[in-house]
């Protein structure tokens, strides 16, 4: 079947880094965009952007530039989320989502989501 | 950016009831709306997707319907398993947005 699987849970420090894998299976990873979802301690979901997984090339929301890297790896048919110069605000559960069908932007499945906690 | 506001944000009902969740878009979105449920720890699940369009799987007791700025995603006969927050997300243009939620609470 279907499935995104991330890593697990990450405990950082302020200005430290972090990266979240998420590995895909039951499809051809390269046939459907991959998505990142941010969902801070109780509140609603936040789009960060997607990444083409044909060419790799990313496409960044407003507010997630500069900091925020979404690569690739077709290989183990993963995508990544790194983080770098983490904050407090940071605290959140990423999920990774895919396009529902090739060339739409709702999203399914998803991943079951890494909580990235930034705490000194 | 297209805003997406949900209403109620929050509800009490019992098992059994009908219930409504609205989602406007701040502008016309055609049906480019899709409709998740997120359990509390857990990721969301796709629910509706082109406003009114079942996903393979969800329950028939769920529907959506609407086009252009007002949609309304329905629960025929509320279940146990239904208490949850629910979420409008449009992807008629970039950058994608979701609605605040709805939580769906035991009366």
């Known amino acids: 079947q279907v499935q995104l699987v991330q890593s697990g849970s990450e405990l950082k420090k302020p200005g430290a880094s972090v990266k979240v894998s998420c590995k895909a299976s039951g499809y051809t990873f390269t046939s459907y965009a991959m998505n990142w979802v941010r969902q801070a301690p109780g509140q609603g979901l936040e789009w960060m952007g997607w990444i083409n997984t044909n060419t790799g090339n990313p496409t960044y929301a407003q507010g997630f530039t500069g900091r925020f890297v979404f690569s690739l790896d077709t290989s183990v048919s993963t995508a990544y989320l790194q983080i770098s110069s983490l904050k407090a605000e940071d605290t959140a559960v990423y999920y990774c989502a895919r396009d529902g069908v090739a060339g739409t932007e709702w999203f399914d499945p998803w991943g079951q989501g890494t909580l990235v906690t930034v705490s000194s | 950016a297209i805003r997406m506001t949900q209403s109620p944000s929050s509800l009490s009902a019992s098992t059994g009831d009908r219930v409504t969740i609205t989602c406007r878009a701040s502008?016309?979105?055609?049906?480019?709306l899709a409709w998740y449920q997120q359990k509390p720890g857990k990721a969301p699940k796709l629910l509706i997707y082109?406003?009114?369009t079942l996903q393979s799987g969800v329950p028939s007791r769920f529907s959506g319907s609407g086009s252009g700025t007002d949609f309304t995603l329905t629960i025929s006969c509320l279940q146990s398993e239904d208490f949850a927050t629910y979420y409008c997300?449009?992807?008629?243009?970039?950058?994608?947005?979701f609605g605040q939620g709805t939580r769906l609470e035991i009366k």
């Open positions: 502008q016309g979105i055609s049906s480019y």
């Open positions: 997300q449009q992807y008629y243009s970039y950058p994608i947005t």
């Open positions: 082109a406003a009114s």
